[in-house]
């Protein structure tokens, strides 16, 4: 599925181009810039502006792959990206989870860390598991230590995070590196990786390009991923923010490729909007939706896989906003063939909150997703036309052999749902798909068990002191 044409396309391609080669990025980094210029950029250094020629532009770019891997450690949930394949996973960082118990909202802590990384292992289809949340209760020094432990310790899936400073991707590094069986296994099959940010509008600072830089030396994939919004640090309109966001996007992949040419990087995109009679956050809004979507378009004119954002929700509960919201933005950007997409799992309130119960909604959401992506299969067996045949006027179906052979891959068959009559209904309790999630996130806490082998545990906790229990 598109939004916009391909000449639509072509001229915001342009626009970020132009943008690129004449207004430029600000880089924070005298290091960088020396080794931008270096490599052929056009680089002010008084300035600190590099801008990026056409010609030099193609060239980086045509360094980057097109396809890669992000592997999961147990080999079963592989992500092939740039191979047609569209994968969900979760978002995060958050800084509150909502408590079903007490209906309100505290802060995250790293036990929360360990509960989503395993209900993301749990659920089928939320492909990857992204950090969830921030641990309030542990000491910033040892913040990414403990989240990729509790994380690689809760689920085989891979794992994305973001990091404050070289030294939090560092601990990363030497962490799954000891748990891959050393340096050149994580290499060679990284089960890890690294979410970089540009400070829209057109900045990166000294920070984001050493982690860059960190990550692609050591073969650590990465997005360094923009996230304008527009009306704010964007122009206030979906086509000029796009040009903006492309230009941001296209520049993270080109200087990963002078750091290292063939670096595993996705072209990053988290356009959003405000809501410009409030000036509100408006994650949830159709335009963030759909602009993720061109965001699909605009990656895919160069190749690159893409890393970008649905299931976002402005509501602050699992409700019928929530519901819509989400169901809209991950089928739309799903239907473009986005390769990656975040925050499509237990987000709530403008990106800034998690639920569990939403965790478990939303893989229902995407269970209808996927099915529909799937579309329908027509071949002679699924026609069924000599089945037809043999039931003919005034028939039944239920009990033919081509009925119980077809029924269990051709629908998609949702747990939360509510598909009882009502007086069962109401015999049962009056459930509903939040109350159902609910008992679901009870059962898989009862089932928990952690993933790593636990010689292993005491091996790593031996040698990295800084890991606390939950």
């Given amino acids: 599925m598109v939004l916009l044409s391909s000449e639509k396309i072509e001229k915001i391609d342009s626009a970020g181009?132009?943008?690129?080669?004449?207004?430029?990025?600000?880089?924070?980094?005298?290091?960088?810039?020396?080794?931008?210029?270096?490599?052929?950029?056009?680089?002010?250094?008084?300035?600190?502006?590099?801008?990026?020629?056409?010609?030099?532009?193609?060239?980086?770019?045509?360094?980057?792959?097109?396809?890669?891997?992000?592997?999961?450690r147990d080999?079963?949930?592989?992500?092939?990206?740039?191979?047609?394949?569209?994968?969900?996973?979760?978002?995060?960082r958050v800084f509150r989870v909502l408590d079903m118990g007490t209906g309100g909202y505290r802060a995250t802590l790293l036990r929360d860390v360990v509960h989503t990384a395993y209900l993301v292992n749990a659920l089928e289809n939320i492909r990857f598991y992204i950090i969830a949340c921030q641990a309030h209760d542990v000491p910033p020094p040892s913040y990414h230590l403990n989240d990729f432990f509790h994380a690689f310790n809760n689920t085989s899936k891979h794992v994305m995070g973001g990091c404050d400073n070289v030294e939090g991707v560092r601990q990363m590094w030497h962490l799954a590196s000891f748990i891959a069986g050393g340096e050149d296994q994580l290499r060679t099959r990284p089960f890890v990786s690294v979410i970089t940010n540009p400070i829209s509008p057109l900045t990166l600072?000294?920070?984001?390009?050493?982690?860059?830089?960190?990550?692609?030396?050591?073969?650590?994939?990465?997005?360094?991923?923009?996230?304008?919004?527009?009306?704010?640090?964007?122009?206030?309109?979906?086509?000029?923010?796009?040009a903006q966001m492309h230009a941001e996007s296209l520049a993270g992949v080109a200087i990963s490729q002078v750091f290292c040419p063939g670096a595993r990087v996705m072209y990053g995109a988290v356009p959003t909007a405000m809501d410009l009679r409030t000036m509100d956050l408006t994650m949830g809004s159709?335009?963030?939706?759909?602009?993720?979507?061109?965001?699909?378009?605009?990656?895919?004119?160069?190749?690159?896989?893409?890393?970008?954002?649905?299931?976002?929700?402005?509501?602050?509960?699992?409700d019928i906003q929530s519901g819509f919201e989400k169901g809209v933005s991950s089928l739309l950007v799903g239907m473009a063939g986005a390769d990656y997409v975040h925050l499509a799992a237990g987000i709530l309130d403008s990106g800034n909150s998690i639920s569990?119960?939403?965790?478990?909604?939303?893989?229902?959401?995407?269970?209808?997703?996927?099915?529909?992506?799937?579309?329908?299969?027509?071949?002679?067996?699924t026609l069924a036309v000599e089945c037809v045949k043999k039931v003919g006027p005034g028939g039944n179906y239920v009990m033919e052999d081509h009925t119980v052979q077809q029924m269990f891959h051709e629908f998609f068959y949702p747990t939360l749902t509510v598909r009882m009559n009502f007086d069962l209904w109401e015999d049962r309790?009056?459930?509903t798909p939040l109350t159902s999630a609910n008992e679901l996130v009870q059962k898989y806490r009862e089932d928990h068990q952690a993933v790593l082998d636990p010689e292993q545990v005491i091996e790593i906790k031996n040698r990295f002191p800084g890991i606390v229990n939950p």
């Fill in 17 to 72: 181009r132009h943008i690129l080669e004449r207004v430029g990025l600000r880089i924070r980094n005298q290091t960088a810039l020396t080794r931008l210029k270096a490599a052929g950029a056009n680089v002010d250094l008084a300035d600190q502006r590099v801008r990026f020629d056409g010609e030099w532009l193609d060239e980086m770019l045509g360094k980057a792959p097109s396809r890669f891997v992000l592997y999961s």
């Fill in 75 to 92: 080999g079963s949930n592989d992500l092939n990206l740039g191979a047609g394949h569209v994968y969900f996973g979760n978002g995060g």
């Fill in 205 to 242: 600072d000294s920070t984001t390009l050493e982690i860059l830089e960190f990550c692609v030396a050591q073969g650590i994939p990465v997005t360094c991923a923009p996230a304008p919004i527009a009306g704010a640090t964007a122009p206030a309109t979906l086509a000029g923010t796009l």
């Fill in 286 to 318: 159709v335009e963030t939706a759909m602009m993720n979507t061109c965001a699909v378009q605009l990656a895919k004119v160069y190749g690159l896989p893409i890393y970008a954002s649905a299931g976002v929700t402005d509501a602050k509960i699992p």
């Fill in 356 to 381: 569990y119960e939403q965790f478990i909604i939303d893989n229902e959401i995407l269970g209808m997703v996927h099915r529909i992506l799937d579309g329908i299969n027509v071949d002679e067996d």
């Fill in 429 to 431: 309790g009056k459930p």
